[in-house]
């Protein structure tokens, strides 16, 4: 986090009655951050704090968020609107940060769940509802995009309505207020048929309905942490709600850890939130979601206080892992040459350094040096970690997601289940019917709604490792998914990982056109002429099921005049160039993706042709910690 976010400023004292703690849920892209740039700028924050008002989605800070269009991590801002100050976090819409809505929602006491008005309540909706029903957080239910040509607001609130029914929401849950709006036009109205230029109908909901935070004034303070940031100036920030008292800089501290031990220490800095900045202020009271330094080795869900003896607050857990991938050291030929961060000590230090911060990741060693466990909620979490060290210099070998199991109390093996919702148009049913049937989903409900079908289905999560990109692939882009963690169910027996097997280089050197040209022949190409290759590389998928080794660097024979030029008149295939994520699930249990700073290639585990022939292909089960 920049240092040039924090600013010093003289706040007045907050009195509790006057603070609102809220979060922004949402399945992804219903326009959670869009709605937060909106109220931010609406309430004037950013002419405040000179920042640029023109700018789509200011929330969504980290390069990588931006470049995907989503969100990744939660994040804190504030405004003020009338005389209240209103924190808010952002939150991310993807299942696989789920983890990150599980633990904000120990700082807030309310939520807008937003839902779109054309797609209605989806899977991740249903998963952070559930959550902030759990937490006691009141809801404010925001129908957005109203603008949309095919929105259907009042039938979506019918929606919602059914949905808190099913998650046996109370009488006064299920009384909830309501809000139509478009984040992107800016506007909010309580009646479809109101004329409306502004959010205010929603500020004035929030500051009515959310209730002020459950926080006790008085001497003495204690804060439950739940966020944490970096910075190499300040050292370690602990942020959380004030749950008791009030803190002042240069008060004693104690720091009350998961294992029950207690670190003494001071408060050395408070910060709290207007707008994106942090302002450092002197002293903070009950009910605000602050910042402190002075506890470096402090983690989410501990307890700061003044003594002690207050004891630990109730931390909400975050629910386990239900991914694991491998990351070793690569070990390839052409490893070092574009990453200067290659080593075991290298890539433990980094994930530990991850861990302190993304809650639903969990890294561990194995028996075997080179080699790190890392299990999170889905690939596509893993594959942001990826992303993110190669853009610092590492490089890393990251294997297929495997799922974790679980053993039930009668020793059998459970693998985890979960609820999918697809949505095709009926041309494509065919196909993804079929897709599904092999990957073992049941399918448990079926609906035709014009040309549009929408399945639902049980299916196991390894089953749906890859099927996004099926999904993609056979309906052009027009099928959307999602999916929920439904439970813990019995082994569905072997899914076939992949239709096709490997074409594997048997020589290192570099890629000839007139040897990819006779690979073509079995498969589709994945690498192009004069790319590096080596030994056990994967340089294309065979159209068959079995790995065959194939020379890709073999040269033609200068007997006549017309080789000359090579490559001339030979016509290549365009290569298929997998995205990380996407190699990630392609990828078979014998096989890592080599992730460096500039290249992401494909391999086998074992490079050597022979050593691989004799290792063979088996099933492991991982389970839960
Ligand atoms: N038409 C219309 N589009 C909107 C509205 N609000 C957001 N969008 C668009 O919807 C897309 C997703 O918006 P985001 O604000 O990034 O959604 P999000 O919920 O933060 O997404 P994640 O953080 O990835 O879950 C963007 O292209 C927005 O411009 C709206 O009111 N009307
Ligand atoms: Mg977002």
Redesign the pocket.
């Known amino acids: 986090m920049t240092e040039s976010l924090i600013l010093r400023g003289s706040i007045e004292s907050l009195d509790m009655q006057h603070i609102r703690n809220i979060a ?1 849920i ?13 109220l931010l700028k609406q309430s004037g924050t950013f002419r405040a704090n000179e920042a640029k008002a023109s700018e ?2 200011i ?2 800070s980290m390069d990588l ?1 931006r470049e ?5 991590r939660a994040k804190n801002a504030a405004f003020k609107y009338k005389n209240y100050h209103i924190n808010i976090v ?5 299942a696989d940060f789920g983890g990150e809505v599980e633990r904000i929602m120990n700082m807030i006491d309310g939520v807008l769940l ?1 839902v ?2 054309a797609e209605g309540p989806q899977a ?1 909706t249903r998963f952070v509802l559930r959550k902030a029903l759990e937490a006691g957080a009141k809801p404010i239910v925001v129908i ?5 040509d095919n929105a259907n607001p009042k039938k979506v609130l019918d929606q919602v309505f059914d949905l808190f029914m099913s998650l046996n929401a109370t009488d006064e849950q299920l009384d909830f207020p309501f809000v139509y ?5 800016g506007y909010a109205k309580l009646d479809l048929e109101h004329a409306s230029g502004t959010m205010e109908p929603l500020f004035d909901a929030i500051v009515k309905y959310i209730p002020p935070p459950r926080a006790k004034a008085g001497e003495g303070f204690q804060i439950l942490v739940a966020n944490l940031d970096y910075s190499d100036y300040l050292g370690r920030i602990a942020f959380g709600k004030i749950v008791e008292g009030k803190v002042k800089v240069g008060e004693a501290a104690s720091c009350l850890h998961g294992d029950n031990t207690v670190t003494a220490g001071k408060i050395t800095m408070v910060y709290h939130f207007e707008g994106l900045k942090r302002i450092e202020i002197e002293e903070a009271h009950a009910g605000d979601i602050i910042g402190i330094t002075g506890f470096e080795n402090v983690f989410i869900g501990e307890t700061i206080s003044d003594r002690p003896e207050r004891g630990a607050l109730p931390y909400i857990p975050v629910d386990p892992p239900t991914i694991q991938m491998e990351f070793a050291v690569n070990d390839g030929p052409l490893s070092g040459q574009d990453g200067k961060l290659v080593t075991a000590r290298h890539i433990w230090e980094r994930l530990q350094r991850e861990i302190r911060t993304n809650v639903a990741l969990r890294v561990a060693p194995t028996s075997d040096p080179k080699l790190f466990a890392v299990s999170g909620r889905g690939e596509m979490q893993i594959a942001i970690l990826v992303e993110q060290m190669r853009r610092e210099g590492y490089e890393v070998l990251v294997s297929r997601p495997e799922v974790l199991w679980k053993k039930n109390d009668a020793g059998e093996s459970l693998e985890p289940i979960e609820k999918l919702f697809v949505e095709i148009p009926q041309e494509h049913m065919g196909p993804i019917m079929e897709n599904l049937a092999f990957r073992k989903a049941e399918i448990t409900n079926m609906n035709h709604h014009g040309p549009q079908v929408t399945i639902e289905a049980l299916i196991p999560m390894r089953g749906l490792i890859g099927f996004e990109t099926d999904l993609v692939n056979s309906t052009r882009g027009m099928g959307v998914m999602s999916h929920l963690f439904h439970e813990y169910g019995a082994d569905r027996g072997e899914i076939a990982a992949r239709k096709n097997g490997s074409l594997v280089s048997m020589e290192d050197g570099e890629a000839t056109s007139y040897a990819l040209d006779y690979i073509q022949e079995r498969g589709r190409l994945m690498v192009e002429p004069g790319e590096k290759v080596y030994r056990g590389m994967i340089v294309g998928e065979n159209a068959r099921e079995n790995d065959i080794p194939v020379n890709p660097v073999k040269e033609k024979k200068l007997t006549n005049m017309r080789s000359q030029g090579d490559g001339k008149g030979i016509q290549l295939g365009a290569p298929l160039k997998l995205s990380l994520e996407r190699a990630l699930e392609y990828i078979d249990v014998d096989e890592y993706v080599e992730a460096t700073p500039k290249n992401l290639r494909l391999r086998k585990k074992i490079l050597d042709e022979n050593q691989r022939k004799r290792a063979e292909k088996t099933r492991v089960l991982r389970f839960v910690q």
């Open positions: 922004i949402a399945h992804v892209d219903h326009g959670k951050t869009t709605l937060v740039d909106c789509e989605r929330m969504d968020e995907k269009g989503i969100t990744i952002d939150t991310p819409g993807h937003v779109d008005a991740q957005n995009k109203i603008d949309r709006c478009s984040a992107k036009a």
